[in-house]
């Protein structure tokens, strides 16, 4: 059974600062890792998306690296604001074979970026 | 206007009432799934339909009933619910296949 875990669970930072979150998987059988933001009450933002090929994606100030082998996934955030603050999630897909998109989360890093 | 839409924002409900949340998604997408997301616990799979067919029932009590009656519209029939199972509903949906979920800002459920 796949389990996922995320390291720290809350991250307090100063604004400007670069940043890293950590996810882990026990079952390096994926399909893909995705990362969502959550704001308080609200549903899941997609962030990135990496499949078992990739090795990393970026999107504006954010990267997302893979390593599959090790079942780790890293996400960097540079400069923080504010407005990044969130709860960051990590979910893995695996590589069952079925053709829709069952995803196993982490619980979460609940980040804080204060000015 | 977001491409999944969840009603009601909120709901509060006694344990013998009948209430159904709702989810339309505008993406065009052929799968759709509920998940529930309670205090300090992962986000939990409850059921996915994959071309309008329920192909996965993750264990969940038969006070639970979804259905999905096109690829558009998901929603989930509760009745004689428990405390417990207040939580955040949200619902998702995707491409079949390799593609990202989207997902609802979800359903806020207070059971009393």
């Known amino acids: 059974k796949q389990e996922v875990t995320q390291i720290p669970a809350a991250l307090s930072v100063p604004e400007g600062e670069n940043l890293v979150l950590n996810c882990s998987f026990t079952d390096s059988a994926i399909y893909n890792l995705q990362w969502f933001r959550q704001d308080p009450g609200k549903g899941l933002t997609s962030l990135l998306l990496i499949q078992s090929s990739q090795r990393e994606q970026t999107s504006g100030r954010l990267n997302a690296s893979l390593d599959k082998s090790s079942g780790r996934s890293t996400l960097y955030i540079a400069a923080s604001q504010p407005g990044d603050s969130a709860t960051y999630l990590c979910a893995v897909r695996g590589a069952g074979g079925t053709s829709y998109g069952k995803l196993t989360f982490g619980q979460g890093t609940i980040l804080t970026v204060h000015p | 206007e977001t491409g999944v839409t969840q009603t009601p924002r909120h709901l509060v409900m006694g344990m013998t009432n009948k209430k159904s949340l709702k989810c339309e998604q505008h993406l065009g997408h052929n799968a759709m799934y509920w998940y529930k997301q309670s205090a300090k616990k992962p986000l939990e799979l409850m059921f996915v339909?994959?071309?309008?067919?329920?192909?996965e029932n993750n264990s969940v009590p038969s006070r639970f009933s979804p259905e999905c009656p096109n690829s558009s519209h998901l929603f989930l029939h509760l009745h004689t619910l428990q405390p417990e199972d207040s939580a955040l509903y949200l619902c998702a949906s995707s491409q079949v296949g390799n593609s990202p979920l989207h997902f609802g800002n979800g359903t806020r459920l207070t059971v009393t």
């Open positions: 339909y994959s071309l309008e067919e329920r192909v």
